[in-house]
């Protein structure tokens, strides 16, 4: 048989040269690294081998598999591990993942079960605390079994509704590892904590976790303060709220709030420290030296908007 | 089985890919491959 090998530091035309005598059927086997998990389809080819299965990532393997059965030929994908070593739990899991995402739209689950695997941690991981930009692990969460259920129920646009306001205070929000050791306990419990509103609710729930799992460390005291901001946020209609040492900028869902002459007497009672910018959104002028500071000012700034937006005495 | 696979898929005139995670393990297979499956 005509062997090709291909690999991702080949000059790229020579890449493009081999493919594109493989795809002419110049070659039977294609031998390479992961550089042909894109491109070009090739429906002749239809059978798959993935050397060391347990070296690469969920994703990855789904879309090496991706890579044949794409024509009305029976495909064969064949995953080989060392014969000698035992791989890793997470290697193994990968692949018992692989195994079950057999249906259509398995590439959303795949998502979240990559996640699930690797952890959160190269999305909120400590070398990243300062870049929790648009998607925090909750809300990413929160957006993707919105998008499942949407789809399953054949609902095209999102619904109204159901929106979740976005808080960026750049540092770590997370459920550590080493708090809670199991994977599906910490994932249903991220679960719950987006769907608590209340700070009845917010206290209870970290309540349960000091019992269950001891004292609260640093993050997910954070992850409970986000929270209680999130449900102020739905109160004072507010979409995004982005916190740094200087202060807050605050945006309203569709630029609008309940009580609008209100929210100008609070801006103004603030004097220069606040204003309105020409984009319609609010800024807080604050020195926030610690993290600890931004997320009681941003805490204490919701509540307050919260009140004003439900008619109620700003205290 | 990976050369019955491999020999099954040229049989019916098909091709095959055949991945590995690093660039180092390229020879290993290719040594494989001209051993068992070269005709």
Not at chain 1, 204 to 218: H, I, M, Q, S
Request: charged share 30%; hydrophobic share 45%.
């Amino acid at each position: 048989m005509k062997v090709a090998v291909a690999h991702g530091q080949m000059p790229p035309t020579a890449i493009e040269d081999i493919m594109s005598a493989f795809y002419d059927g110049k070659y039977d086997i294609l031998l390479s690294t992961t550089i042909i998990e894109s491109g070009l389809d090739i429906p002749t080819a239809n059978t798959l081998i993935v050397h060391r299965a347990d070296m690469f990532g969920l994703a990855q393997l789904y879309q090496l598999r991706g890579r044949v059965g794409r024509s009305k030929l029976r495909a064969y994908a064949l995953f080989t591990l060392p014969a000698q070593q035992k791989i890793t739990a997470q290697a193994e899991r990968r692949l018992k993942v692989l195994q079950s995402l057999e249906t259509l739209g398995a590439g959303f689950q795949l998502a979240s079960h990559d996640l699930d695997i690797r952890g959160a941690g190269n999305l909120l991981g400590e070398e990243q605390s300062g870049h929790i930009k648009e998607v925090g692990f909750e809300l990413y969460q929160s957006m993707l079994e919105e998008a499942i259920l949407n789809l399953k129920a054949g609902v095209v646009e999102p619904a109204a509704d159901r929106w979740s306001p976005q808080i960026t205070v750049g540092m770590p929000v997370l459920i550590p590892e080493d708090y809670v050791a199991d994977l599906a306990v910490r994932l249903s419990l991220y679960r719950r904590l987006a769907d608590l509103d209340t700070d009845d609710e917010i206290d209870n729930f970290a309540a349960e976790l000091r019992d269950r799992f001891g004292v609260l460390p640093d993050e997910v005291r954070y992850l409970f303060k986000i929270a209680a901001i999130k449900g102020y946020c739905r109160r004072a209609n507010v979409e995004k709220v982005d916190a740094g040492p200087k202060g807050a900028v605050i945006t309203f869902r569709d630029n609008k709030f309940a009580q609008p002459d209100r929210l100008v007497y609070f801006i103004r009672q603030h004097g220069q420290a606040a204003r309105v910018r020409p984009d319609m959104k609010v800024v807080f002028f604050q020195e926030w030296e610690t993290p600890e500071e931004r997320l009681a000012g941003t805490t204490e700034i919701l509540r307050q908007l919260a009140n004003l937006a439900e008619d109620r005495k700003a205290a | 089985m990976i050369r019955e696979a491999l020999l099954r898929e040229r049989y019916r005139g098909g091709q095959a890919f055949y991945v590995v995670p690093r660039i180092e393990d390229l020879a290993g297979v290719k040594d494989f491959l001209d051993k068992h499956v070269r005709r």
